[in-house]
């Protein structure tokens, strides 16, 4: 089985539902779709591609996610506890990008309407704001 069957029926719905995030959770365990971060310069770069959770299309996502927010290091003085510090985790939005416009489209739009969203960990990212005094 070469590629995937494209569901290219689906009526286009914009849709973000967290059944797609899940499923798109799967996705990435499964390696059908991948996702990853990039650091250049200290600008941030997410990259996600591979398989639609909804339409099954091939997707290529590449975001520059300019809200320093998307960091976890920036929560407050919450109750989390400082014992583990872990890499910042960028979380980023991806709408379906598979390139056909689907049933129901809005004239112009392709893909399937769907948004669901991605958490990558940005190994290689500068230190965020809890590190370096
Ligand atoms: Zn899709
Ligand atoms: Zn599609």
């Not at 990558?120 to 590190?131: F, K």
Request: glycine letters at 12%; proline letters at 10%; charged letters at 15%.
């Amino acid at each position: 089985m070469a590629a995937p069957d494209h569901n290219t029926a689906e009526p286009w719905e914009p849709t973000s539902e967290f059944t797609w995030t899940d499923r798109a959770y799967d996705l990435l365990e499964q390696n059908l779709l991948h996702a990853q971060v990039d650091v250049v310069d200290g600008v941030l770069t997410t990259k996600v591609w591979g398989r639609c959770p909804r339409c099954a299309g091939q997707l290529h996502d590449v975001q520059v996610p300019t809200a320093v927010g998307d960091f976890a290091g920036t929560r407050g003085g919450g109750g989390w506890g400082s014992a583990v510090p872990e890499p910042p985790v960028v979380i980023v939005d991806v709408t379906c990008g598979c390139g056909v416009p689907h049933l129901d489209a809005p004239e112009g739009t392709t893909g399937c309407g769907v948004t669901f969203r991605v958490e990558l960990v940005a190994e290689g990212a500068p230190p965020s704001t809890s590190v370096t005094p």
